[in-house]
């Protein structure tokens, strides 16, 4: 096929007006020191909370001793730990494992601290038997076979865990002593990591970048050049004033999404790095980071084209953006704790968010479990229903801040694949309604 | 529908056409008004093929006429047709209008290489065809040397061939030029005439709009006046002239001696009076204005006489338009 054959269509002279007002477009916002200020704001933005989030996998957090047995409460020189594991009496300072015969010697009370760490096993069924005691305090302790099986299950010394749907929560019975110490800085990390991949995600990304930047880059996409003037020399051409309007965003998301693309990229590499775990890199967390671009590519998709519109509208069409960047924070945190409200739907974060939520679902399926795992911290947690969660273990309160489950009432797949069908159609709506408008204004 | 991203090589036409027998231009008692302000009203005019300059003072409704026509702006009554077809409704008649505004901002940031090309495509022309056509045009316009410099940096009349250039992309058969010499300098001035007169040679339809009398006469003598939103004349501006000597017209001339040269003057027939408001000034009363001014370079030159400046105070639009709308004078 020649040169010369090719464009015959009139989709190829289609697409010679939209490369041509499109890098029109990128040249304009790259001569323009707002953009540049915009964009590099928000990755100053995001950068500090990447920075904490370094400092905090850097930072041990300290072990606590969830069972209380590192303590010697009878003075002997003997932890209760090791007194329990002796069948000697905590209590009494006369009885402990040295007078054994033979003689035990004291064990340092850091052996009693973290001692028996969470290994449960994530499972999807409604019951899951799990758990085992690392430290042997209860499967080689002198308690009573029937007192070994708290739970009643016929296995002594395990955990058994009971998801209810309707509350969409584990129970948890635990044999005593089993999986009763966590270790802190195991769960803390990997809970930090998460709800850091979640928070960034959903606030940072969803919310802050995907709000602001067509704020400032799109609304005048339009308007800015009707009252200029040099909208007249678009417009003086052959070209629909709705082909303009979406040409001119092709340029605009040829700025923004790439940007979004390499800010998404570092911090899936940083964290893929620094993340908790004993793999070289967290490949897994690849699919909650590439959701999170998704979302946030649609939604600076779904805001330029409303907020262009809104430019398009009035004049200051900024001062109409800002009661909806008002709204969509208001429905960025509600998302993040009642995901299931209908208010949701009138919104474009709960949509995006619907997204990240839904990969975070498939990439951790074990979420609800380790959440459950965090509020009870090894029985410790269990018996502060008077004290709330001040004993759950580190990381738990940011996690289930961050993570929220699927609202819609459908499977991850489902819920991805609605939500973007939402999020094109919302931007398509916008674009036919700004498009009306500005076919509309009369440009003076 | 495979997106033709190499963009080489040579474009298609378009498959709109205009209707045959019409009018490139008409306005069919068009009126436009904002809110309680009539800016043009009534107005009805058929153009095809020529220069024609559309005279009228600030506020007259010239350029209003011309974003009716451009479909910037939607008329209140009436109906304007471009080529046949309503402006307002579809952009497909520009592919054969050149439009350059009023307007002063431009798109500083880029060279009128880059503008000029960038604009071309929208015709729907490839990269290569947009650069070539740019080339092509820039130079028509005598921009070739600094065509790769900043428009930020051009001087007001680099600024207004730019604005030709990048309209006279594709050729266009209509060019609407909205007050193309206005903050020019006298070079400026020049070329830009030269350019619409060759546009007029081309056999192009020309409409240009000027609130300068000497502006237009210049260029064309093809003449609409507007006055006040309504069409006051239309036709050969000699012709309306001839009607502007019958009655009496002011010429004030600064010289050295007024008395010697109003004894030169007054051997013509056509001046019927002479007053000395100095001894600088003179102020000639004539019926003749166009044949006075015929013969009055002969008499300076051939009497040596020492002028500093003709104010023509009533050669102007002002005068015409009173005259016109049978204001007295």
């Known amino acids: 096929m020649s040169k010369k054959e090719r464009g015959e269509t009139i989709w190829t002279s289609l697409d010679r007006k939209a490369t041509a007002i499109a890098e029109f477009t990128m040249r304009q916002y790259r001569t323009r020191l707002s953009t540049w200020v915009v964009l590099g704001v928000g990755f100053l933005a995001i950068s500090v909370v990447l920075l904490f989030y370094i400092e905090a996998m850097n930072t041990e957090i300290e072990a606590i001793d969830n069972d209380g047995d590192s303590e010697d409460s009878d003075g002997d020189g003997y932890v209760d730990g090791q007194e329990f594991k002796y069948g000697t009496d905590i209590l009494d300072s006369n009885s402990h494992p040295g007078l054994l015969d033979p003689s035990i010697e004291p064990e340092p009370a850091s052996m009693y601290i973290n001692e028996d760490d969470y290994d449960w096993d994530y499972s999807d069924a409604s019951m899951i038997t799990t758990g085992y005691d690392d430290d042997g305090d209860c499967r080689e302790s002198q308690l009573l076979p029937s007192a070994q099986d708290g739970n009643s299950d016929g296995t002594p010394c395990n955990i058994i865990l009971i998801y209810n749907a309707a509350t969409d929560t584990y129970l948890i019975y635990a044999d005593p002593n089993v999986d009763e110490d966590p270790d802190e800085d195991r769960y803390g990390k990997e809970a930090q990591h998460r709800a850091f991949i979640l928070g960034v995600g959903k606030l940072g990304f969803v919310f802050l970048l995907s709000i602001f930047i067509p704020l400032f880059l799109a609304t005048g996409l339009i308007r800015d050049e009707m009252t200029s003037g040099t909208m007249q020399y678009m417009t003086a051409k052959p070209i629909a004033r709705g082909e303009i309007f979406l040409y001119r965003m092709l340029g605009y998301l040829a700025i923004v999404w790439p940007y979004l693309l390499v800010v998404c990229s570092l911090l899936a590499i940083v964290s893929g790095f620094m993340g908790p775990g004993d793999q070289f890199f967290r490949f897994a967390d690849l699919g909650v980071w590439f959701s999170i671009l998704i979302a946030a590519l649609l939604a600076t998709l779904v805001y330029g084209m409303l907020f262009a519109f809104l430019g398009v509208l009035w004049k200051y069409g900024i001062i109409l953006a800002l009661p909806i960047a008002a709204w969509e924070l208001g429905m960025a945190l509600l998302s993040m704790s009642v995901p299931e409200s209908s208010f949701l739907r009138m919104s474009v974060v709960g949509w995006s968010m619907s997204i990240i939520d839904s990969a975070a679902y498939l990439v951790w399926p074990d979420m609800d479990m380790f959440t459950a795992a965090g509020a009870w911290a090894g029985g410790s947690g269990e018996t502060s229903i008077l004290f709330g969660t001040g004993n759950a273990l580190p990381g738990y309160g ?3 801040w961050a993570q929220s489950d699927l609202g819609l009432g459908m499977g991850p797949y489902a819920t991805t694949i609605v939500s973007m069908v939402v999020l094109v159609c919302q931007a398509a709506f916008f674009w036919f309604i700004g498009q009306l408008i500005f076919k509309s204004k009369e440009i003076v | 529908m495979i997106p ?16 045959s027998q019409a009018p490139v231009v008409m306005f069919n008692n068009v009126g436009k008004t904002y809110g309680r302000y009539q800016a ?25 006429l011309f974003k009716l026509l451009m479909g910037k702006l939607q008329p209140t009554q009436g109906e304007v047709r471009l080529f046949g077809t309503n402006p307002w409704k579809n952009p497909a008649p520009y592919a054969r209008v050149g439009y350059v505004p009023e307007n002063e901002n431009m798109h500083d940031w880029m060279t009128a290489f880059e503008f000029v090309s960038t604009f071309a495509r929208l015709h729907g022309l490839t990269r290569d065809e947009a650069k070539s056509e740019a080339e092509r045009v820039l130079e028509f316009v005598g921009l070739t040397d600094v065509m790769h410099k900043k428009i930020g940096r051009y001087s007001k009349g680099m600024r207004q061939r730019a604005k030709i250039a ?37 056999g192009r339809t020309v409409l240009l709009s000027s609130h300068i009398l000497s502006e237009i006469e210049r260029i064309t003598e093809q003449i609409v006046i507007l006055h006040q939103g309504r069409l006051l004349a239309i036709g050969n501006l000699h012709a309306i002239r001839e009607q502007l000597d019958n009655i009496p017209h002011t010429i004030e001339i600064e010289c050295g001696d007024a008395k010697a040269l109003a004894r030169d003057v007054l051997s013509l027939e056509v001046v019927h009076g002479l007053q000395f408001p100095s001894s600088s000034k003179l102020k000639i009363f004539t019926h003749h204005l166009g044949e006075f001014h015929q013969r009055l370079p002969k008499i300076i030159v051939d009497n040596e006489h020492d002028v500093m400046a003709i104010n023509n105070p009533d050669d102007d639009l002002q005068s015409i338009l009173k005259y016109l709308t049978g204001g007295v004078r």
């Open chain 1, 398 to 400: 940011a996690l289930e």
């Open chain 2, 4 to 19: 033709d991203l190499a963009q080489e090589g040579a474009a298609v036409e378009k498959e709109w056409a205009p209707e």
């Open chain 2, 40 to 64: 043009i009203g009534g107005i009805s005019l058929a153009l095809s093929g020529g220069v024609t300059g559309i005279l009228g003072l600030n506020g007259a409704g010239k350029s209003t």
């Open chain 2, 166 to 202: 990048h309209a006279l992309v594709n050729d266009p058969d209509l060019i609407i030029l909205d007050e193309p010499l206005q903050g020019c300098d006298p070079l400026a001035r020049t070329t830009i005439m030269n350019v619409i007169r060759e546009l007029g040679r081309m």
